[in-house]
T-cell receptor
Framework: DGGITQSPKYLFRKEGQNVTLSCEQN?????MYWYRQDPGQGLRLIYY???????QKGDIAEGYSVSREKKESFPLTVTSAQKNPTAFYLC????????????FGSGTQLSVL | DQQVKQNSPSLSVQEGRISILNCDYT??????FLWYKKYPAEGPTFLIS?????DKNEDGRFTVFLNKSAKHLSLHIVPSQPGDSAVYFC?????????????FGKGTLLTVNP
């Protein structure tokens, strides 16, 4: 089955620690995105990538980093510079490089110990 | 500055009745609108969309209406079913140089009571 796989489902971060959230898709989509959801809030764009080896900052990129070395993979690193990392993180992809119908993974809940 | 607003955090309806979820936007450059449905601890799934050149789009029990002059769209679900209970997000796409991006509202929790 084609889809987007995020791992792990739950992740805990210690103070000063960097953690990496995995996102893999086998939909052959060009564009991939990372969103953050906080309770009672909408989804906010962290980073997006329209093509391999290229990515752009979204609205709340500070404290995060990404890479796009393969079409299928778009990992997100939450660095120690992100002071409020507790949130539900969603990875998405789309067949087109302009916004439209997004396919989302099942998310990763990140909490701070 | 919230460009996409869903002013009702929650809505409760009886099974078989109509559910109407509302969304307002402020950016007149948005050219495409989407609704997503989300269950707890899962990713959102696409439900229905509408281009700014249309005023209505229908897919089974789901209909989206767009009123560009009022910068308002709504999602109608008829008849509502208990399985429709979820959070519904309205999203809008920017045009031109912002066409990569969807802006989401905060969501409305729909509860359909049996």
């Amino acid at each position: 089955d084609g889809g987007i796989t995020q791992s792990p489902k739950y992740l805990f971060r210690k103070e000063g620690q960097n953690v990496t959230l995995s996102c893999e898709q086998n939909l052959n989509h060009d564009a991939m995105y990372w969103y953050r959801q906080d309770p009672g809030q909408g989804l906010r764009l962290i980073y997006y990538s329209q093509i391999v080896n290229d990515f752009q900052k979204g609205d709340i990129a500070e404290g995060y980093s990404v890479s796009r070395e393969k079409k299928e993979s778009f990992p997100l690193t939450v660095t120690s510079a992100q002071k409020n990392p507790t949130a539900f993180y969603l990875c998405a992809s789309s067949i087109r490089q302009i916004g439209g119908k997004l396919f989302f993974g099942s998310g990763t809940q990140l909490s701070v110990l | 500055d919230q460009q996409v607003k869903q002013n009702s955090p929650s809505l409760s309806v009886q099974e078989g009745r109509i559910s109407i979820l509302n969304c307002d936007y402020t950016n007149s450059m948005f050219d495409y609108f989407l609704w997503y449905k989300k269950y707890p601890a899962e990713g959102p799934t696409f439900l229905i969309s509408i281009s700014s050149i249309k005023d209505k789009n229908e897919d089974g029990r789901f209909t989206v209406f767009l009123n560009k002059s009022a910068k308002h769209l709504s999602l109608h679900i008829v008849p509502s079913q208990p399985g429709d209970s979820a959070v519904y997000f309205c999203a809008a796409r920017g045009s031109g140089g912002s066409n990569y991006k969807l802006t989401f509202g905060k969501g409305t929790l729909l509860t359909v009571n049996p």
